[in-house]
């Protein structure tokens, strides 16, 4: 169970509404692609359903990442064993950031990846309904 302070316990105990980014569903591929597993999110997630807080849950659809419809089936699992979510987004990958990268001198390590289509999104919301 995701260990919270007792001062983030009181904040949500106020709060109306969560809004949680959920970068991968599978806990290595998260890894792969983020640095760190989603071991924290998903608990946290459970935290909030079972506290009776809402959620709306969010990913980044990101073509050839992202999009693997068994990752979206075992997405679409996980949020229906949540009892609090109100809303799954779907945010079409784009790559308009691409430059603030390469200004600091950093790889983009997304370079390759075409930016996401309402055609991609329409697809996979299809795969969580």
């Known amino acids: 169970m995701v260990a919270l ?3 983030i316990k009181k904040l949500l105990t106020l709060t109306d509404l969560v809004l949680l980014d959920i970068k991968h569903i599978d806990s290595e591929k998260c890894k792969d692609l983020v640095g760190f597993s989603n071991k924290l999110e998903l608990e946290f997630a459970n935290y909030l359903s079972e506290h009776d807080i809402p959620i709306w849950i969010r990913q ?6 992202t999009d693997d419809k068994q990752d979206l089936l075992k997405l679409k699992d996980f949020i229906h064993r949540l009892r609090t979510v109100q809303k799954v987004e779907l945010l ?10 390469k200004k600091l001198g950093l790889d ?14 329409k697809k996979a919301e299809e795969v969580l309904a």
């Open 5 to 7: 302070t007792e001062d």
């Open 92 to 101: 079409p990958f784009h790559s308009m950031g691409k430059f603030k990268w």
């Open 60 to 65: 980044v659809l990101i073509p050839g990442i």
């Open 108 to 121: 983009y390590a997304l370079e390759n990846i075409p930016d996401a289509t309402l055609d991609d999104i």
